[in-house]
């Protein structure tokens, strides 16, 4: 059995047995006992509205393509 006790000189020990527990609870150490979390409520999720309207997509021209001045240069 593992115990954290707690001293406010020494900081905080671990005891292995109900013997060493009785024994340092007599010179001034405490049973650590931890913070009950807080559980807060989850929150609704959160809807997006879409107010913007899609834009058609704009045709890029094909940079891979050669200009017609290019083929001219012979």
Not at 49 to 73: F, H, K
Request: hydrophobic content about 30%; aromatic content about 4%.
């Amino acid at each position: 059995m593992n115990i954290v006790l707690v001293h406010p000189q020494h900081g905080a020990k671990i005891a292995l047995s109900e013997s060493e527990i009785e024994h340092d609870e007599k010179h001034g150490w405490t049973r650590y006992t931890a913070p009950t979390p807080v559980v807060e409520p989850e929150a609704a999720p959160v809807k997006r509205r879409y107010t913007r309207r899609m834009e058609q997509p704009v045709e890029q021209p094909n940079s891979n393509a050669l200009a017609s001045d290019d083929l001219e240069g012979d």
